[in-house]
């Protein structure tokens, strides 16, 4: 019993870690803005990520080449969704959009998640998830809108917003694509093929595109993209979607702009202001309830026929 307790609250560190990091990325996707091309980022940070793994993983690989032969189209798809597309198109949208609107639909990877959890891998929505995840987006919008709804309204549709809300859509599938497909595969193997892939897939982009030259200004922007958002996230996240499965883990996403709002806090001086406590209480109330209320909104049927024949027996 104290085993089967603990196991949940150590897997909830991995989407934790993920979503701080990817906090500090949001920052870094506005900095990139007039400082590097979204096409040269997208693609320096997995050829960085690589160079770094490879003399650590490429043996491992090697070993378990036969495993990677047999599935590398679901790991090109993966790579595609998870790696290529998320951050590539993050990175597009922020020349485009504000900071608030990326934060607002990147909020929805949650409740994606559900859905296509439900669609694909005809998982039963828990009332957790469904009641949790609403409530954590009303604490994300009540965030983002300053403690009043009404400007939301205000708020301007740009190019950047459709392409978040395409971003949104590829990391929800790619989560649920991670349960779909479980690969027999270590993790750090996996997550070096899927760089792979994203990187050769993000080579024609980065070759057409303006392509700006590494200096002392985008060099550590580089640097954060490469190592901490690309290999560190990568890997908690597939740690927390086979333990947690890919809605639970999801529900996490909603913290995104209550860290980031800390991490202001602490490194730019900004103030916490009444509606940052009020809605970051309603998204750690969301994350709580997605993580304990786990029953399903429907019982199966299938289980009181099977009492009712061992009863007759």
């Known amino acids: 019993m104290p085993r089967s307790a603990t196991l949940p609250a150590l897997a909830c560190l991995a989407p934790l870690g993920a979503v701080l990091i990817w906090s500090g990325n949001?920052?870094?996707?506005?900095l990139t803005v007039g400082t590097i091309a979204p096409s040269t980022i997208a693609f320096l940070r997995w050829v960085l990520a690589l160079l770094v793994l490879t003399p650590i993983v490429l043996p491992?690989?090697?070993?378990?080449?036969?495993a990677i032969f047999r599935a590398w189209p679901k790991l090109a798809v993966l790579g595609l969704l998870g790696m290529a597309l998320w951050q590539g198109l993050a990175y597009m949208a922020a020349e485009t959009t504000s900071a608030t609107n990326?934060?607002?639909?990147?909020?929805?990877?949650?409740?994606?998640?559900?859905?296509?959890?439900?669609?694909?891998?005809r998982e039963t929505p828990t009332w957790g998830g469904v009641v949790g995840g609403c409530l954590a987006l009303v604490g994300v919008l009540w965030l983002l809108s300053r403690g009043h709804f009404s400007a939301l309204a205000e708020l301007e549709v740009a190019t950047?917003?459709?392409l978040m809300i395409i971003a949104a859509i590829c990391y929800a599938l790619y989560g649920v694509m991670l349960k779909r497909w479980p690969l027999d595969l270590?993790?750090?193997?996996m997550l070096y093929v899927q760089a792979v892939f994203a990187t050769l897939l993000l080579l024609p982009g980065y070759l057409l595109g303006p392509m700006t030259p590494i200096n002392s200004t985008n060099a550590g922007l580089i640097l954060y993209a490469g190592i901490p958002a690309s290999i560190i996230t990568t890997y908690l996240w597939m740690m927390a979607i086979r333990h947690l499965g890919a809605s639970r883990s999801s529900i996490f996403i909603n913290l995104m702009p209550v860290f980031s709002a800390l991490i202001a806090m602490l490194l730019l001086g900004?103030?916490?202001?009444w509606y940052h406590l009020s809605g970051?209480?309603?998204?750690?109330?969301?994350?709580?309830?997605?993580?304990?209320?786990?029953?399903?909104?429907?019982?199966?049927?299938v289980q009181p026929l099977q009492d009712s024949r061992t009863t007759a027996r």
């Not at 900004?270 to 202001?273: G, M």
């Not at 970051?280 to 049927?301: C, D, E, N, Y």
């Open 60 to 66: 491992k690989a090697w070993r378990e080449r036969d």
């Open 186 to 189: 270590s993790p750090w193997v």
């Open 280 to 301: 970051g209480l309603l998204v750690l109330s969301g994350v709580l309830m997605a993580q304990l209320l786990t029953r399903p909104l429907k019982r199966s049927r």
């Open 26 to 30: 949001m920052t870094i996707n506005q």
């Open 102 to 121: 990326m934060g607002i639909l990147a909020a929805m990877v949650p409740l994606l998640t559900v859905l296509l959890s439900a669609l694909i891998l």
């Open 160 to 162: 950047g917003d459709f």
């Open 270 to 273: 900004e103030r916490l202001a």
